[in-house]
């Protein structure tokens, strides 16, 4: 792996060819009606925000800092692409590890696992140290000091990559260090995740989390792959894959009981955190074996069917998961993306979002950057893209781009996390080029806990890193929500233009306290246009501060 400095290096060859290709990008949608991406779909701007927009103008010339405090409280709309175990800081896993008596391993600053692979719980035998020891009421020096190692190893803080150790490395290998504290959690992490939300005025979350699969996996592992899909998939039914499908969605269950209890939700003493709307991504692990990645793909869609069609609050879409430059990733990606071809066509309610192109130049082949955001595009069905930093080196960038942007393909911007692991920054970054192509795009924190972020920090970091006014800040914002997979229709008439409400709001002042009683039927009967119509009244109501 390669340092920061020397990815920069290989990069510095290519930046004329793609200050080329940004230039051909603009020009994508010739054909179609001129729509600017950051004002013409924007509403018209009333006196409240033409004195936000002044107000944030005069952040942009104070300095960075004027920015982070002008958006701490910006109406940010959605967070899209968030791992749920990694959305949370290490102080709190040292905390619940302490509670947990679990044992850890001072030399290699992670939790001491027995043969099973599961976390060792007192007595710790010598040299294992008890996590309570690191959660008193005071801490001697030498406590405080390996406190604030084990905080380094879960995380991404303090890091400098080294020859022979990069981002990449220290990021991945955090969740060995700190991975398997029980499931029963899973409710403590979402209200972290939630109040932190609420706090930066983050309205709607996406979380992705692995449930189990060991009984699928078993049943894989018996049966092999089977090439043919069709017979692979009755094989795994007719053994009793489904029996797993309530174990998924009690286990998500328990965890949004859990995350209501402690928030109070549905009760007077609520906390405002209950406010933040949140449903789940079903992870793939495509590092193993075919059969085993089918068997949980297939029981991923089976999952999230059928928490769809009850109109349930878990479940709603797919994802694959894992470094993608590893061996097995990178030489099943194809097909993987059949897979999901396969599947989505007999689970059509399922919504996609594949994590594709989290790749950079050296990290794989240059044939390995070529097809992978394409695929998942044309074979995968996504909706969404995760990542997509290699969208450039892929073959026929310009084309790619120009069909993403007529399939309305989102692309989910997690500019630290790509800075952090693949050590792209700046114009290195395809951010540019996807709104040049009216690609819509949107920002989300990926592993906020682990890069020591929220999302008000992407935010920030790119009004300041792009340049971007206050209406490319509102349009990355609606656009989230307009590709959440929220039930129902958009509020909008016409897909990622912001300006013409849907005929039901037709005349309504998008946000408005009193919508018509047809627009007030459409909201109720329409999760997503609800909850867009919430965030123009954030919008209404941070401008009017000003």
């Known amino acids: 792996m390669r340092t920061l400095s020397a990815l920069r290096f290989k990069l510095t060859a290519i930046s004329l060819a ?24 924007q509403p018209a701007a009333g006196a409240i925000e033409t004195r936000a927009t002044r107000a944030y103008e005069a952040a942009v010339h104070q300095g960075p800092l004027a920015v982070q405090a002008f958006l701490a409280d910006f109406p940010k709309g959605a967070d899209l692409h968030m791992h749920l175990g990694a959305g949370v800081y ?29 976390p ?48 990449h490395d220290q990021f991945f290998s955090t969740f060995d260090r700190f991975g398997g504290l029980d499931k029963s959690h899973t409710g403590q992490w979402i209200d972290e995740i939630t109040r932190r939300a609420d706090a930066e005025n983050n309205q709607y979350l996406e979380l992705m989390e692995t449930p189990s699969f060991g009984h699928a996996a078993r049943i894989a592992h018996e049966a092999g792959f089977n090439s043919d899909f069709a017979k692979m998939r009755q094989t795994l039914l007719d053994h009793g894959l489904r029996d797993e499908i309530m174990t998924d969605r009690a286990e998500i269950k328990a965890a949004i009981d859990s995350r209501n209890q402690i928030q109070h939700c549905g009760t ?45 609050d878990d479940w709603v879409g797919i994802n694959f998961v894992q470094p993608e430059d590893y ?8 097909l993987h993306m059949k897979m999901v071809e396969y599947l989505q066509g007999l689970y059509p309610k399922v919504h996609i979002s594949l994590h594709a192109g989290e790749l950079a130049p050296g990290m794989v082949p240059p044939e390995g950057m070529k097809f992978h955001i394409r695929q998942a595009v044309e074979l995968g069905h996504a909706e969404r893209i995760g990542h997509g930093v290699d969208a450039m080196y892929e073959d026929d960038a310009p084309q790619l781009l120009k069909e993403m942007a007529k399939k309305h393909v989102m692309v989910e911007i997690n500019l630290s996390s790509n800075e952090g692991i693949l ?67 958009s509020l909008w008439a016409a897909p990622d233009v912001f300006s013409v409400p849907t005929s039901a709001c037709k005349g309504q002042i998008p946000g ?22 919430e965030l123009e009244r954030r919008f209404r109501e941070f401008e009017a501060k000003f």
């Open 18 to 41: 793609s200050a080329a290709l940004l230039t051909q990008s603009a020009s994508l949608s010739a054909a179609e009606p001129a729509i600017d991406a950051s004002v013409a779909r």
């Open 90 to 118: 290490a102080e709190t896993i040292i905390r619940v590890a302490a509670e947990d008596k679990v044992c850890i391993d001072p030399a290699k600053a992670e939790f001491a696992r027995n043969e099973q692979g599961k």
């Open 120 to 167: 060792v719980k007192e007595p710790c035998a010598p040299p294992l140290v008890p996590a309570s020891e690191l959660n008193g009421s005071s801490l001697t020096p030498a406590q405080q000091d390996m406190y604030d190692r084990i905080v380094n190893a879960f995380s991404m803080r303090n890091f400098v990559p080294t020859p022979g150790y990069s981002g």
């Open 268 to 312: 007077p003493q609520a906390a405002p955190a209950c406010r933040v709307q949140v449903r789940f991504i079903y992870q793939v692990l495509r590092a193993f074996s075919p059969e085993q990645v089918f068997a949980q793909t297939l029981l991923g869609f089976e999952t999230v069917q059928q928490a769809i069609e009850e109109g349930s």
């Open 327 to 334: 061996m097995v990733a990178m030489r099943d990606y194809t």
């Open 423 to 489: 050590g792209i920054v700046g114009d290195h970054h395809p951010f540019q080029y996807y709104r040049a192509a009216h690609v819509p795009v949107a920002f989300s924190t990926d592993d906020q806990g682990v890069s020591r972020i929220n999302l008000t920090n992407e935010y920030v970091r790119a009004a300041n890193d792009y340049h971007l006014s206050y209406q490319d800040l509102k349009q990355l914002a609606r656009t989230g929500m307009e590709h959440n997979f929220l039930a129902g229709e």
């Open 512 to 533: 408005g306290p009193k919508p018509s009683a047809a627009c007030k039927g459409f909201l109720d009967a329409n999760e997503k246009a609800a909850a867009q119509w």
